[in-house]
């Protein structure tokens, strides 16, 4: 058994995950089921019964020994499998057996012979055995893998052989009269049922310190990993930790690190990716990886290098999670100082001994390195690590031409995918270390690599890549991923990067681009072209945006980018961004489209008064040089001049643009807005109109038109001048509408002012007298007077019977100045009540009184009640 890692040498991971499970076709299938007459004597006379009973007893040598020789007797018997009905009593004998090698070794060889048959396909007389006997049967493979405790490298090894004989489909030499052997899976099945997965990753613990036995029992995980459910199990008990601890171990041969690695590949295959993941966060496991991955980087063979990929892939998944320790584990130091070794050529220690092969397998991994490197970027505490170890000037290598004596060791494909790759890549690291993009002049290198992708360098993008996707034979996808890098620093809108790249001439350089992809999206469109365009607009709009200089209004450009916006409405969502867009000062798109309508007519001399009205009716669109122009007669196969003015102006496409946004209820349109708008609303009605009364006086020219089409010429004049006067008057409306708004608002500001003003006129009213009574005798006494004279006027007129009079008059009272709100009430409600200083409490304290007294009564007092109340004022203090 020691020379198990010497005699099997590390398969192909592929190869190791898919254990066949077929049945074998080899002539053992059709193999006769004929009884063997001794055989058939033999199994009468083997008794479970009586085995089982002898096994309990315990006594003399001679018991021993009788006990061996019947053990061996079964184990002759079940030489080609066990019977499923039989099962229950063999596990009971497989038990027994267990429990006396503790008293005796020799029971040691017998145990391991029985535990060697559980590798044989179990037999049944009928079909419906293996459902009756399931439970029996995947017990006694529970019980099969609690035996791992025995502390006997002979009964564990013994026990992982039989697991991975689970998987076998070759059929025995024999088979019992009348049986035939389960169907292949079902072994595997009931290995599920019974939890055998979840009892040998928790017997790893005890074979922590023998090489061999961890070894077989990594080999049966690696089977039973094949398994969904089994690797659930697995995870279940920490699998996933327990496996990534052994990466590392001591092995000569390799095994331990092989088959450890290809477990957890099962495991992120078949389980949650973010249950393994959590498993693997810890630091101990990190720098289980990391050193496993050390060890296997200087590695020469084939095998090396496929192991070390598979460990970046899971070291690749453990970076998507910001929780797992990379950088604190110094993980993330290697990866990046591996990716970036052989661009920069800096020697470092830590990648000592390392030599790119430029094999299919160093090609993953650069190509996984830089994965990696995309992933780190999200992590803000990354952005050291990528400024010391040169990161950006490492992907800067890849931004230039594609010449072949640039890339002498690659093939021109990889070439590609490495660069588009970088690209992509930079695009994400760029934001983090604006610093060091800039002192590395990086806005030059994308910018000359741009020029090239417009150049006529006779180049040919291969697209087989992800990146190169709608590339093949342009370099549309290089000019796809350097336009994208530009939007990532562009978006900082950090002046530095924004002021290099004018600095540079980018607007112009920009613009055509734009030119160039709009002019190749005439013939083929494409979702890198569409990106391409809606990257270079969103450039030069924060690149614009603040700096008038900056904007150089082309109406050539403006063509372009309205024709786009016209391609782009064609998609339900494009024209809800666009109803939903706000520019500066809450500009929206319908006002934006207006005010360039209103130029465009004020460029080509459209007749407009001063609010933008129409002017003549008949001719409401007409261009200057429209008017100017005399008849001439053309083919019917040339445009006239009014056709042709609607593929050289923007109107049209105005038009187009609104006739998705609508043209009722667009927010942010003025007065003068809707009087515009109306105009773009009929705008084709007004050009319809325009061909006609070219085409009539063409014929006029040349012919005198019949009766019939003279009067069909001139009612299609008219209807069009219908047109133009109903659009006038929908103008004169909105402007009237806005003026009525306008007075009515104005009137509404006017009330205000005029409130407020005699508001102030009685505040100051209200101050003189009270000047006048602090000041003039006279005027207080008159005051008085009419302060009793409202009181009076106040009273009821009814007389209460017996009832006592009150004076409002206070005696010994010296202020000038109204009483305040304090009142003392006495009466049979309550005796010397003294209401409280706080008016919500004194009237609350006097309605509860008043309450207490209307126990037989809903509403009111009495007026005997009344009358026997007092309330007496307690003045405020005086000036």
Not at 222 to 248: D, F, K, P, T
Not at 275 to 289: I, M
Request: net charge neutral; glycine share 4%; aromatic share 6%.
């Amino acid at each position: 058994m020691a020379s198990l890692a010497a005699a099997e040498p590390p398969a192909p991971r592929a190869a190791s995950r898919s254990p066949g499970l077929g049945p074998s076709r080899s002539g053992s299938e059709r193999r006769s089921n004929a009884a063997d007459p001794a055989q058939d004597a033999q199994s009468r006379s083997v008794d479970l019964n009586h085995v089982i009973a002898l096994l309990g007893d315990s006594g003399s040598k001679d018991l021993e020994k009788e006990q061996l020789k019947t053990l061996k007797n079964v184990v002759k018997h079940f030489e080609n499998g066990f019977p499923l009905k039989d099962i229950a009593q063999i596990t009971d004998v497989l038990n027994l057996c267990a429990d006396k090698m503790y008293e005796q070794e020799a029971f040691t060889e017998p145990l391991c012979e029985l535990i060697k048959l559980f590798g044989l396909p179990f037999q049944k007389r009928k079909s419906s055995d293996e459902a009756n006997y399931s439970v029996e049967v995947s017990q006694s493979i529970t019980q099969l893998g609690y035996l791992m405790s025995i502390q006997s490298s002979q009964v564990r090894i013994q026990i992982c052989k039989s697991v991975v004989n689970f998987f076998n489909t070759e059929l025995p030499g024999k088979l019992l009269s009348g049986y035939q052997p389960t169907s292949p899976n079902y072994k595997i099945r009931m290995a599920e049922i019974g939890g055998l997965a979840e009892i040998l990753v928790l017997s790893l613990t005890l074979v922590e310190n023998q090489l061999t036995e961890k070894l077989w029992v990594l080999k049966a995980l690696q089977h039973l990993s094949i398994s969904g459910e089994s690797c659930e199990q697995m995870v279940n008990v920490q699998g996933a930790r327990r496996l990534c601890l052994c990466l590392n171990g001591a092995d000569p041969s390799g095994q331990l690190l092989f088959r450890s690695s290809d477990i957890l590949w099962n495991l992120l295959e078949k389980v949650s990716k973010e249950e393994v993941v959590n498993q693997l966060r810890s630091l101990e496991c990190v720098h289980a990886l990391k050193e496993a991955f050390v060890e296997l980087v200087c590695g020469f063979r084939h095998c090396d290098h496929q192991l070390r990929n598979d460990l970046l892939v899971i070291a690749t998944l453990l970076a998507e999670s910001p929780a797992v320790p990379l950088i604190e584990s110094g993980f993330a130091k290697i990866l990046i100082v591996l990716a970036t070794c052989t661009e920069v050529k800096l020697p470092n220690p830590l990648v000592k001994g390392f030599k790119l092969t430029y094999s299919y397998e160093d090609f993953e991994m650069k190509k996984l390195l830089f994965n990696i490197i995309g992933i780190l970027s999200k992590d803000p505490s990354s952005a050291q690590l990528f400024s010391e170890n040169h990161v950006i000037p490492a992907l800067l290598y890849y931004v230039k031409q594609n010449q072949r004596s640039a890339f002498p060791d690659w093939s021109a494909a990889q070439y590609e995918e490495l660069q588009l790759h970088a690209l992509a890549v930079l695009a994400s690291v760029a934001p983090v270390l604006v610093d060091k993009y800039l002192s590395c002049q990086a806005n030059t290198f994308l910018l000359v690599f741009l020029e090239w992708c417009i150049s006529q360098d006779p180049f040919f993008g291969r697209g087989n890549s992800f990146h190169g996707t709608g590339g093949r034979g342009t370099k549309l996808a290089q000019m796809r991923y350097s336009l994208r890098v530009l939007r990532s620093v562009v978006a900082l809108y950090n002046d530095a990067v924004n002021s290099n790249l004018c600095d540079q001439g980018a607007i112009s350089q920009l613009l055509d681009i734009l030119k160039y992809a709009a002019d190749i999206a005439k013939e083929k469109e494409s979702i890198a072209l569409l990106e391409i365009q809606a990257d270079i607009l969103f450039i030069l709009s924060v690149l614009c945006e603040d700096d008038n200089d900056r904007k150089v209004r082309d109406n050539n450009l403006c063509n372009i980018i309205l024709g786009i916006l016209v391609e782009f409405s064609d998609n339900p969502k494009t024209v809800l961004h666009m109803s939903i867009w706000r520019g500066k000062r809450d500009r929206t798109a319908a006002n934006v489209l207006v005010q360039l309508w209103r130029q465009e007519e004020q460029d080509l001399g459209v007749k407009r008064d001063q609010n933008g009205k129409i002017v003549d009716p008949k001719r409401p669109v007409m261009t200057s040089f429209q008017r100017q122009q005399k008849v001439i007669p053309v083919p019917a196969c040339c445009p006239s001049f009014s056709v042709m003015e609607i593929s050289e102006s923007i109107r049209a496409k105005i038009y187009s643009l609104f006739w998705k946004l609508g043209f009722e209820n667009l927010p942010g349109l003025s007065a003068k807005d809707v009087v515009t708008l109306a105009i773009i609303q009929h705008y084709i009605d007004f050009k319809v109109g325009e061909v006609w009364s070219e085409i009539s006086a063409e014929i006029k020219e040349e012919f005198r038109p019949v009766t019939s089409d003279e009067r069909a010429l001139k009612l299609i004049s008219e209807v069009s001048e219908n047109t133009g006067r109903m659009v006038l008057g929908l103008q004169n409306e909105a402007l009237e509408r806005q003026h009525n708004q306008e007075i009515k608002e104005e009137k509404k500001i006017y009330k205000e002012i005029q409130a407020t003003q005699v508001q102030k006129e009685m505040i100051d009213k209200s101050w003189q007298n009270f000047l006048a009574r602090t000041s003039n005798y006279e005027a207080l006494k008159k005051a008085k007077m009419h302060q009793k004279t409202l009181i009076e006027a106040s009273r009821s007129k009814a007389k209460l019977h017996n009832g006592p009079e009150h004076s409002t008059d206070i005696p010994k009272l010296h202020t000038t100045v109204a009483p305040g709100r304090c009142v003392t009430v006495e009466g049979p409600c309550q005796e010397g009540l003294r209401a409280d200083t706080d008016p919500a409490r004194s009237k609350s304290t006097v309605g509860r009184a008043i309450r207490n007294n209307q126990k037989d009564k809903n509403i009111g007092l009495s007026q005997e009640k009344i009358s026997t109340c007092r309330i007496d004022a307690v003045p405020k203090s005086g000036i």
